[in-house]
């Protein structure tokens, strides 16, 4: 299944997307008020039959696609997690131990085929494409043969960078990674049950059609399970929990002289067996 938060005219549902169209699952399924419920009362199976047989309620263009799970408690979001990334770096340090690990708040980001916002305090607006976990079941201690257990499904990210911010503070990189609709989460949730966790998944990135990262799971140092296990080691994992899983080579920074994103720019990040999330950079209102 594909499942996705969207507003209205009336407010804010969720849905299940069939062909073109939204079946409405808040009308049908009242006592879950939002996805992140749903996902929390691991009531996958009565989504399934709320929309079996059903007839889209709206066409995906007429409604305002939000982040999938709108207001989840934590976005993890890890650092220099493929192969090549580390390299880039040219500080000859050592393949990592451990993840590189920040947290992006709710607000960073927006949904497919809304402005991501370059802010008005810097030029420096950057694309990362990304495939992003989506927590189930939640827990503390996971173990790494289960962990594949415990995610609900899949997403993309663009978790779009203001590269002159990232090194404000001595330690962190927190300033640079959350700006106001800086990035964005979706289009949908392609539920664990509809996708392969334990086969590579393939993330290209594009800005305005021209392919700038393209890359597979593969190749990532810390896979989907490393991850689940590592965080629940010292957090507990709830449902609707995102985890940003990291981004391949060929981020605009990296070319020379750096390529950054200005208004009327479009992103795309696709995912194989996921979708493609779209956005248009605008500058901040």
Same mark, same amino acid.
């Given at each position: 299944?594909?499942?996705?938060?969207?507003?209205?005219?009336?407010?804010? @549902?969720? *849905?299940?997307?069939?062909?073109?169209? !939204?079946?409405?699952?808040?009308?049908?399924?009242?006592?879950?008020?939002?996805?992140?419920?749903?996902?929390?009362?691991?009531?996958?199976?009565?989504?399934?039959?709320?929309?079996?047989?059903?007839?889209?309620?709206?066409?995906?263009?007429?409604?305002?696609?939000?982040?999938?799970?709108?207001?989840? =408690?934590?976005?993890?979001?890890?650092?220099?997690?493929?192969?090549?990334?580390?390299?880039?770096?040219?500080?000859? +340090? =050592?393949?990592?131990?451990? &993840?590189?690990?920040?947290?992006?708040?709710?607000?960073?980001?927006?949904?497919?085929?809304?402005?991501? /916002?370059?802010?008005?305090?810097?030029?420096?607006?950057?694309?990362?494409? /990304?495939?992003?976990?989506?927590?189930?079941?939640?827990?503390? @201690?996971?173990?790494?043969?289960?962990?594949? /257990? @415990?995610?609900?499904?899949?997403?993309?990210? %663009? /978790?779009?960078?203001?590269?002159?911010?990232?090194? @404000?503070?001595?330690?962190?990189?927190?300033?640079?990674? %959350?700006?106001?609709?800086?990035?964005?989460?979706? &289009?949908?949730?392609?539920?664990?049950?509809?996708?392969?966790?334990?086969? &590579?998944?393939?993330?290209? #990135?594009?800005?305005? *059609?021209?392919?700038?990262?393209?890359?597979?799971?593969?190749?990532?140092?810390?896979?989907?399970?490393?991850?689940? %296990?590592?965080? +629940?080691?010292?957090?507990? !994992? #709830?449902?609707?929990?995102?985890?940003?899983? *990291?981004?391949?080579?060929?981020?605009?920074?990296?070319?020379?002289?750096?390529?950054?994103?200005?208004?009327?720019?479009?992103?795309?990040? =696709? *995912?194989?067996?996921?979708?493609?999330?779209? %956005?248009?950079?605008?500058? =901040?209102?």
């Amino acid at each position: 299944m594909q499942l996705t938060s969207y507003r209205t005219g009336s407010g804010e @549902h969720f *849905g299940a997307v069939v062909g073109d169209g !939204l079946v409405d699952l808040s009308k049908r399924l009242p006592k879950y008020p939002t996805l992140r419920s749903l996902i929390a009362a691991g009531t996958l199976a009565e989504a399934r039959a709320a929309v079996q047989g059903a007839t889209p309620d709206h066409k995906l263009s007429d409604v305002v696609l939000l982040p999938p799970v709108v207001a989840p =408690e934590k976005i993890w979001c890890i650092g220099v997690n493929y192969a090549d990334r580390n390299e880039e770096y040219k500080d000859n +340090s =050592e393949r990592p131990k451990y &993840p590189s690990l920040f947290c992006r708040a709710p607000a960073s980001m927006v949904g497919h085929e809304q402005p991501i /916002e370059r802010p008005r305090v810097s030029t420096q607006l950057d694309y990362e494409g /990304e495939i992003a976990l989506v927590i189930g079941k939640g827990g503390r @201690h996971i173990p790494r043969e289960r962990a594949l /257990e @415990h995610i609900f499904g899949l997403t993309m990210c %663009n /978790e779009g960078s203001v590269r002159d911010w990232l090194r @404000h503070g001595k330690f962190n990189v927190t300033q640079g990674k %959350n700006f106001d609709k800086s990035g964005s989460l979706g &289009p949908w949730i392609v539920t664990g049950d509809a996708i392969d966790l334990r086969k &590579p998944i393939g993330l290209t #990135t594009r800005v305005n *059609g021209e392919v700038r990262q393209d890359d597979s799971t593969e190749r990532l140092m810390f896979p989907f399970d490393y991850l689940i %296990n590592y965080l +629940s080691t010292f957090a507990t !994992l #709830t449902p609707g929990d995102v985890i940003v899983t *990291g981004t391949p080579t060929g981020a605009g920074v990296r070319f020379d002289p750096p390529r950054w994103l200005k208004p009327g720019d479009v992103v795309e990040v =696709e *995912g194989s067996g996921i979708g493609t999330l779209r %956005n248009i950079v605008a500058d =901040e209102a």
